[in-house]
């Protein structure tokens, strides 16, 4: 079980936190990842990052204002977004699972769900 913390509304140009705390402790195998969706459209990979290592995977999209990353003892992941745009407003999901793809159905656990609005 993930559950998810953060995010709401935010000025463009801030910067947030999004926080993904799992109930037991994953698998050292286990990716932990980041995607976003928008009406209408599919859920898009934002970022991944091993739990057992500290190797992070980014959509091309959010190579210079996203950050993954994770802390093991507390068993929670983290995305930090660096000067937010009107762009980044969505709903942000993370995902946890024993596979390395950027891709959702990959993924066997998921948050629930937190929404970013940016306003201009």
Known sequence: QLIQSGGGAVQAGDSLEL??????????????????????????????IEWGGDNARYADSAKDRFIISRDVARNTGYLRIIKVTVEDTAVYFCAAGDTDQPTASAYSFWGQGTQVTVSS
């Open 19 to 48: 926080s993904c705390a799992a109930a037991g402790s994953p698998k050292r195998t286990y990716g932990m990842a980041w995607f976003r969706q928008v009406p209408g459209k599919e859920r898009e990979f934002v970022a991944r």
